[in-house]
C-alpha cells in the first residue's frame, strides 16, 4: 500500500504558558503528528488537555516554545513574511464563530478571507457563491446583514467566511456548540460534504464521541498536553479501557457493547455506531446468538 | 496576553493597611495631598515623606512594588525637571549657554516639583495597593452617599463602577479572541499606514460592540430576574465599619497636617 | 400535590417593529395556545429543537413576557398583574443559558449576595443565606474568588447560587449546559438532580439533550407553539419517529432497539438507559440460544 503523502506535520512541538511565573503551565508537550491530505479528522480530549492550543499553532496564531510545525515539508516559522500565506492554506474556525461577523451584508463578510488573499473579484464571486451553496446559505441570504439572521444561519456564515478560503486544512473547534440535535447533525453533514468536494483536511475539534465516531476517518486524541494517539478512528475505539480511564467518555453504544463483550458474548470489538450495533447484534442472533463461554 | 493584564494594581496580601476601612483610606490620601500642596518648603516634603514612609510600613507592600508604580512616569518626570530647569529664571545664574540658562532658583524648583510628584504617586498607589476595585467602589458609594440628596445618582454610578470591573477581564479575553480570529482570515493589524490600520480596526471593533450589547441586555434581563429595582431599599452583605485603627489612623492623617500647617507659618 | 405552575392556553406573539419604528405583534404566534401544569417539588424536563418555543415559555413563567391570550400563573398569582412581579421572580427563579452574562459581581459571594441584598434582606441573614447557597451548589470553598478564575460549570453552579439564595420553591433553567463542556454539564446536572431531590425545589429543565431530559420524571415535548408529548420519560421515548421528525435524537439505546424492532426482533421500546440495554440484549440472546 502507498503511504499517504502529509500536509501538516509537526515535530516535538511543545508549547508553555506564562514561561518563567508561577503560572507556568506546558499546555502541549512534545507532539510528533503527521496529518494526511484528504482527510477527514476528528480530535477529541477534555478542556485543558492542549487540544485548542495545538490546533492554534497549526496555522501560526502561536509560536512553539521548542518545535516544529512544517506545512508541506516547510517550517511555518522559517520565513514570518509568508506567515500570512500559511493562514491561507491553513483555515481556522473557532467556537461560537458568529461572534466574528462584521460586514454589513454576508457576501461581503464571506469575501473578507479571499479578498485579504489578493484575488480577483471574479474568483471571490464564484467562491462566494460555491460556498454558500456548499454550507446551505440560500443566495437570497447573502444580501441580508448577517446580524439579521437565525442563530444557525450567522454559524454558516461565519463557517462559510473561512471555507471561502479555500484552506488545505480546515479547522473547526466546535463547530456544533449550542445547536439542536437536527441542526447538529445537517452541519456536520454538510462539513463532511465539504471535505469531499473540497478533497482538502478537514480536523473537527469535538466534545462529542458520537459525533467523532459518526464522521470521523481518523482520531486524535489529547490528554494532559500529550498526544495520547493519533489512529484510525476504529481502531481508536478498540481502545475502550483507556479512553474510559482518561475520563473521556465513549459513545453510550459502544459503552454497552463493551459491557456484553465483557460478559462473554462474541461482538466485535470496533462498534460505535447505532448502526454497526445493530448489524452486529442481528448477526450474532442469526449465528444463533450464544454466549462464547 | 491581553487577559494576562492585571486590573487595577491592587495587591492581596494582609497588612493593617489592607484591614483598614476603604472610606478612611481615601480620605487620608485626600488630606495628604493636600499636605503636599500646603507649602513650597523642603521641610513640608520632608513631613510627607515620613508618612509615607510610615504608611508603607503599615502595608507591608514591598519596596520592588513601590518602584514599579513610580517607573511609568519617570519620563514625565525628567520632561519636567528640565523645562523647570530651563525656564525658571530666579537667583544666581550658574550656568549659561547662547539662550539657555541654568540659575539656583531653577534648580531647587525643579527638585521640589519632583519629589512632590514622586511623593503623590507613592501615596496615591500605596491606597490602590492595599484596597481592591471592589471595596474602593464601595467606599465611594458611601462617601459620596450625601449627595443622594440633591439627586445624584451614587448607587447607579457605583453600579456601574462594579459592573465594568465585572466585565473589563470578559471583554479583554473576547477581544483576545475575535482578534485571533479576524487574523485567521488573514486580517492584518500591526502593519501598514495609520489609515489602514484604523481601517483594519473595524472587524475588531464592531464584533465587540455586538457582543458588548449582547452582554448588557442579558445582563440586564437576568439582574431583573434577581429582583434589582435600584438602590432603593437595597441592604449590603458587606458593610463598612469603622475600627479603633481607623480613628487612629485619621488622628494621625490630621497631626501630620497640623504639623505642616505649623512648620507653613513658621518657616 | 398541588400545582405550583399553571399555564392556561398561553398564546404569545413577538414584537416587530415596522420600518417607520411602530411596534407591531407578529402575525403568527410563538406559543399557540400551551395549556400546562407543574407539580410542586417535581423534575419536569422541557424538550425542542431551537425555535420551538420552549425558551418563550420559560420567560412566561418568569413574566419577563406577559401572555397575548390566556394566562400563567405561579404559586396562584396571575404573572401578567404587575402587583406581583417581584413575588413571582421570588419564587421561581430563572437561571440562563450564558454563565458570563449572568453574574454581575466581581466576587463569587457577593454575587450570590445580589438578589437578598436587592429584597433588602438584613445584613446577617443575607451572610447565612450566601453561605447556604454556595454549600448546596458545592462552590462554598470558592467563595472570595473572582468570576473569570471559575470554569464554565462553576460559574453556572454560582448562577444557581444566586438563585437559591432568593430561597425560591421553584428554579427554571433555560439550556444552562449549552455552552459547557461534558464535565461542566455533569456537575450542573448534579447540582440540579440534588436541589431537587434534597431539597424539594421544583426543577423546570428547557433543554435539548436527551441524557439529561431523560433524569426527569416527567418530559414536556413542544414543538411549535404547541405541546406535542406530555408523559414519563420512558413514554416519550418510545415514540422514536415523532421525536425524529420533529428535530429531536433519542438516547443511542432507545434508537438501537427501535431499530432491531424494525427487523421484527422483538425487545422492549422503552428502553431509556445503558444498563436496561444491556439486559434487555442479553435476555433476548439467551432466549435465542435455547
Known amino acids: 500500500m ?4 502529509s500536509i501538516l506535520e509537526t515535530e516535538e512541538l511543545t508549547y508553555t504558558y506564562s514561561t518563567g511565573t508561577p503560572f507556568e503551565k506546558t499546555a502541549v508537550d512534545h507532539v510528533n503528528l503527521k496529518i494526511e491530505k484528504n482527510c477527514m479528522v476528528g480530535v477529541i480530549g477534555h478542556t485543558g488537555s492542549g487540544k485548542s492550543t495545538l490546533m492554534q499553532h497549526f496555522n501560526g496564531l502561536l509560536r512553539p516554545t521548542s518545535g516544529r510545525v512544517l506545512l508541506d515539508g516547510e517550517d511555518i516559522w522559517a520565513d514570518k513574511k509568508k506567515l500570512r500565506d500559511v493562514r491561507f492554506r491553513v483555515g481556522l474556525v473557532f467556537q461560537y ?10 457576501w461581503k463578510d464571506i469575501a ?23 454550507i446551505g446559505l440560500e443566495e437570497e441570504l447573502l444580501e441580508r446583514s448577517p446580524f439579521a439572521l437565525s442563530g444557525g444561519q450567522k454559524r454558516r456564515a461565519a463557517i462559510a467566511g473561512v471555507m471561502a478560503m479555500r484552506p488545505e486544512i480546515l479547522i473547526l473547534d466546535e463547530p456544533c456548540a449550542g445547536l439542536d440535535p437536527k441542526g447538529r447533525n445537517h452541519l456536520l453533514r454538510q462539513i463532511c460534504d465539504y471535505q469531499k468536494k473540497t478533497k482538502s483536511t478537514v480536523m473537527l475539534v469535538s466534545h462529542s464521541m458520537e459525533d467523532a465516531a459518526a464522521y470521523t476517518e481518523k482520531l486524535l486524541v489529547m490528554n494532559q498536553a500529550k498526544l495520547f494517539c493519533y489512529d484510525d478512528t476504529p481502531a481508536v475505539f478498540r481502545r475502550t479501557e483507556e479512553l474510559c480511564s482518561m475520563g473521556l467518555r465513549i459513545p453510550q453504544i459502544a459503552g454497552v457493547m463493551h459491557t456484553l463483550r465483557q460478559k462473554g458474548y462474541d461482538l466485535p470489538e470496533d462498534i460505535y455506531t447505532v448502526e454497526q450495533a445493530r448489524d452486529a447484534v442481528l448477526s450474532l442472533l442469526r449465528k444463533g446468538g450464544g454466549a462464547a463461554c | 496576553m491581553l487577559k494576562d493584564i492585571t486590573l487595577g494594581q491592587y495587591f492581596p496580601i494582609d497588612s493593617v493597611l489592607h484591614r483598614m476601612d476603604p472610606r478612611f483610606k481615601i480620605i487620608e490620601t485626600m488630606l495628604f495631598i493636600v ?15 515620613v508618612f509615607v514612609l510610615l504608611a508603607r510600613q503599615l502595608s507591608n507592600i514591598p519596596m520592588k512594588m513601590i518602584w514599579k508604580s513610580v517607573k511609568p512616569i519617570l519620563h514625565i518626570l525628567a520632561v519636567t525637571a528640565v523645562l523647570n530647569l530651563l525656564f525658571i529664571d530666579d537667583g544666581d545664574v550658574l550656568f549659561q549657554w547662547k539662550l539657555l540658562k541654568v540659575t539656583e532658583g531653577g534648580i531647587t524648583t525643579s527638585l521640589f516639583m519632583m519629589i512632590r510628584i514622586v511623593l503623590l504617586i507613592i501615596g496615591s498607589s500605596l491606597l490602590t495597593y492595599t484596597t481592591s476595585p471592589i471595596l474602593l467602589t464601595d467606599a465611594i458609594e458611601s462617601l459620596l452617599s450625601p449627595l443622594k440628596r440633591v439627586k445624584f445618582p451614587v448607587h447607579e454610578m457605583a453600579m456601574m463602577m462594579s459592573i465594568a470591573l465585572r466585565f473589563i477581564p470578559t471583554l479583554l479575553e473576547e477581544t483576545d479572541k475575535i482578534m485571533s480570529a479576524q487574523k485567521a482570515r488573514g486580517a492584518t493589524l500591526d502593519n501598514g499606514k495609520l489609515t489602514e490600520r484604523a481601517k483594519a480596526l473595524i472587524p475588531i471593533l464592531i464584533p465587540l460592540f455586538v457582543s458588548a450589547f449582547r452582554r448588557a441586555e ?5 439582574m431583573e430576574c434577581r429582583c434589582y429595582r435600584g438602590g432603593e431599599g437595597r441592604t449590603r452583605l458587606r458593610t463598612l465599619k469603622a475600627a479603633p485603627r481607623d480613628y487612629i489612623g485619621f488622628a494621625v492623617c490630621l497631626l501630620f497636617l497640623a504639623a505642616a500647617a505649623v512648620l507653613n507659618i513658621l518657616l | 400535590m398541588s400545582a405550583i405552575i399553571e399555564a392556561k392556553n398561553l398564546v404569545f406573539r413577538y414584537q416587530e417593529n415596522e420600518e417607520d419604528g411602530t411596534p407591531k405583534k407578529q402575525e403568527i404566534p410563538v406559543l399557540k395556545d400551551v395549556s400546562l401544569s407543574i407539580e410542586k417539588g417535581s423534575f419536569t424536563a422541557i424538550l425542542g429543537h431551537n425555535g420551538s418555543g420552549k425558551s418563550t415559555f420559560a420567560k412566561h413563567i418568569n413574566a419577563i413576557l406577559v401572555p397575548d391570550e390566556g394566562k400563567v400563573y405561579v404559586d396562584g398569582m396571575d404573572t401578567a398583574d404587575e402587583e406581583n412581579l417581584f413575588a413571582i421572580r421570588q419564587k421561581a427563579g430563572m437561571v440562563f443559558q450564558n454563565p458570563d452574562n449572568q453574574i454581575v459581581a466581581t466576587i463569587v459571594e457577593e454575587d450570590v449576595a445580589f438578589a437578598p441584598e436587592n429584597l433588602g434582606v438584613a445584613p446577617d441573614e443575607i451572610r447565612r443565606r450566601v453561605d447556604d447557597a454556595l454549600k448546596a451548589v458545592k462552590m462554598y470553598d470558592y467563595r472570595s474568588h473572582a468570576p473569570t478564575q471559575l470554569s464554565g460549570g462553576q460559574k453556572q453552579r454560582v448562577a444557581i447560587a444566586g438563585v437559591i439564595a432568593m430561597q425560591p420553591d421553584c428554579i427554571i433553567l433555560d439550556e444552562p449546559t449549552a455552552m459547557l463542556d461534558p464535565q461542566g454539564r455533569q456537575e450542573v446536572m448534579d447540582t440540579i438532580r440534588r436541589l431537587n431531590r434534597k431539597k424539594g425545589i421544583t426543577v423546570v429543565l428547557i433543554t435539548h439533550y436527551m441524557e439529561e431530559a431523560a433524569l426527569a420524571d416527567r418530559i414536556v415535548v413542544i414543538d411549535d407553539g404547541r405541546v406535542l408529548l406530555d408523559d414519563v420519560p420512558k413514554k416519550v421515548f418510545a415514540q422514536v419517529e415523532t421525536l425524529q421528525r420533529v428535530g429531536l435524537d433519542v438516547p443511542q439505546v432507545t434508537e438501537l432497539a427501535h431499530l432491531l424492532r424494525q427487523e421484527g426482533i422483538e425487545i422492549e421500546k422503552d428502553i431509556i438507559s445503558a444498563e436496561e440495554c444491556v439486559a434487555a440484549l442479553e435476555a433476548l440472546l439467551e432466549k435465542n440460544r435455547k
Not at chain 1, 97 to 106: I, K, S
Open chain 1, 97 to 106: 464563530p458568529e461572534y466574528q461577523l462584521f460586514e454589513e451584508t454576508v
Open chain 1, 112 to 134: 473578507f478571507g479571499p479578498k485579504n488573499m489578493g484575488l480577483s473579484d471574479a474568483e471571490i464571486r464564484t467562491r462566494v457563491l460555491e460556498t454558500a451553496e456548499m
Open chain 1, 2 to 5: 502507498v503511504k499517504p503523502l
Open chain 2, 35 to 49: 499636605l503636599l500642596f500646603m507649602g513650597s518648603s523642603f521641610w513640608i516634603l520632608a513631613l510627607g515623606a
Open chain 2, 218 to 222: 442579558e445582563l440586564a434581563t437576568a
